[in-house]
């Protein structure tokens, strides 16, 4: 397994190898800057690519044994307390955060662009079917990734194409049935970083589709805690049921654990109330998984993503231990 090192080390140590690259890299950078819980380790290096031609090239230079995760705009991450060992790529929006109409129907949008500003490009173009990204904290690399969705839409149904790169920093460019869409799944190949993707909409009135954003944006401030420190659905809905629902019935709203809590407003929605840590965020998450199922039965899965590596004495088990 590769060991976290010093990342000012790290970079000394491959520095040649970056001497082509226009993007910026930044050694131990605290997660906690740049997800919306606020809270995490440090990754090793980060790197910020210009422009797709640019994370290719650090792609090919980065030797194979070094590991590479990328984030988005980190609303729907939580990072453990000791750090992200390697390199964390992160697509800035100069480079990869433009929308653009491709076609009568069409918007074509970089991985960083924010789902919010692709909604609002679709209402400027009068394309419809892009409402629900309207209430989706998120950016379109992730909801690329996690097929993400709300009021009954979801990503699979609007993209043609993705455009993406592969570890040794080739381009491919996939289809729709290529992306191996599932309810808040993709199946596409793990190493591959989404860089931009087509979508698909149907003409629409613009008073309609503002309609269907302001309703949109409705629901979110009446049921759901916008205006906190959270990475927004902590678990996927289980089948024939709701994640809050059940986790209502297991006793698990407004439940703290340090600075953690499940959302007294929300209690799909965990919040860091201005202390919580990463460990004490995954542990209450653990805790309701493990409360729920003793309580339903129901195994709820993660809908955000959880990386990085404990702090050493600070696992977190599946389910508490609790299935054993």
Same mark, same amino acid.
């Given at each position: 397994?590769y060991?976290?090192?010093?990342?000012?080390a790290?970079?000394?140590k491959?520095?040649?190898r970056?001497?082509k690259?226009?993007?910026?890299?930044t050694?131990?950078m605290?997660?906690?800057?740049?997800?919306w819980f606020?809270?995490?380790? *440090?990754?090793?290096?980060?790197?910020?690519?210009?422009?797709e031609?640019?994370l290719?090239?650090f792609?090919?230079?980065v030797?194979?044994e070094?590991p590479?995760?990328?984030?988005?705009?980190?609303?729907?991450?939580?990072?453990?307390?000791?750090?992200?060992?390697g390199?964390?790529?992160?697509?800035?929006?100069?480079?990869?955060?433009?929308?653009?109409?491709?076609?009568?129907?069409?918007?074509?949008?970089?991985a960083?662009t *924010?789902?919010?500003?692709?909604?609002?490009?679709?209402?400027e173009?009068g394309?419809a079917?892009?409402?629900?990204?309207?209430?989706?904290?998120?950016g379109i690399?992730g909801?690329?990734r996690?097929?993400?969705g709300?009021n009954?839409?979801e990503t699979?149904e609007?993209?043609?194409e993705?455009?993406?790169?592969?570890?040794?920093g080739?381009l491919?460019?996939l289809?729709?049935?290529?992306?191996g869409?599932a309810?808040?799944?993709?199946g596409a190949?793990?190493d591959l970083?989404?860089?931009?993707a087509?979508?698909e909409g149907?003409p629409?009135?613009?008073?309609e589709?503002?309609a269907?954003?302001?309703a949109?944006?409705?629901?979110?401030?009446t049921v759901?805690?916008?205006?906190e420190k959270?990475?927004g659905?902590?678990?996927?809905n289980p089948?024939?049921?709701?994640?809050?629902k059940e $986790?209502?019935?297991?006793?698990?709203?407004?439940?703290?654990?340090?600075g953690?809590?499940?959302?007294?407003m929300?209690c799909?929605?965990? $919040?860091?109330?201005?202390t919580a840590?990463g460990?004490?965020?995954?542990t209450?998450?653990?805790t309701?998984?493990a409360n729920?199922?003793?309580?339903?039965? $129901?195994?709820?899965?993660?809908? $955000?993503?959880r990386?990085?590596?404990f702090?050493t004495?600070?696992?977190?088990?599946?389910?508490?231990?609790q299935?054993?």
């Open positions: 397994m060991s976290l090192v010093d990342g000012e790290l970079l000394k491959l520095g040649d970056f001497s690259l226009r993007g910026r890299l050694p131990n605290g997660m906690e800057k740049v997800t606020r809270a995490g380790g *440090p990754a090793e290096v980060m790197f910020q690519p210009a422009d031609e640019d290719a090239e792609l090919k230079a030797p194979a070094y590479i995760l990328t984030v988005g705009i980190g609303s729907n991450l939580l990072v453990r307390d000791g750090g992200i060992p390199f964390v790529v992160r697509l800035s929006a100069k480079g990869f955060g433009e929308v653009e109409r491709a076609g009568d129907v069409q918007l074509r949008a970089g960083a *924010p789902d919010k500003r692709v909604a609002a490009a679709a209402l173009a394309i079917g892009f409402h629900f990204y309207h209430g989706i904290p998120g690399g909801a690329l996690m097929n993400a709300a009954g839409v699979r609007r993209v043609v993705v455009r993406a790169l592969d570890r040794k080739e491919h460019v289809s729709n049935a290529d992306m869409y309810y808040r799944h993709s190949a793990s970083i989404f860089t931009s087509l979508f149907t629409g009135d613009r008073a589709i503002q269907a954003m302001d949109v944006q409705h629901h979110r401030e759901q805690p916008i205006r959270t990475g659905s902590t678990f996927k089948e024939g049921s709701s994640a809050w $986790i209502d019935k297991a006793g698990g709203r407004g439940l703290m654990i340090g953690a809590q499940m959302s007294p929300h799909n929605f965990m $919040i860091n109330t201005g840590s460990h004490d965020l995954e209450l998450g653990e309701i998984r729920v199922l003793k309580n339903s039965g $129901i195994r709820l899965h993660w809908e $955000i993503k990386l990085g590596r702090r004495g600070q696992d977190v088990q599946e389910f508490m231990g299935l054993l």
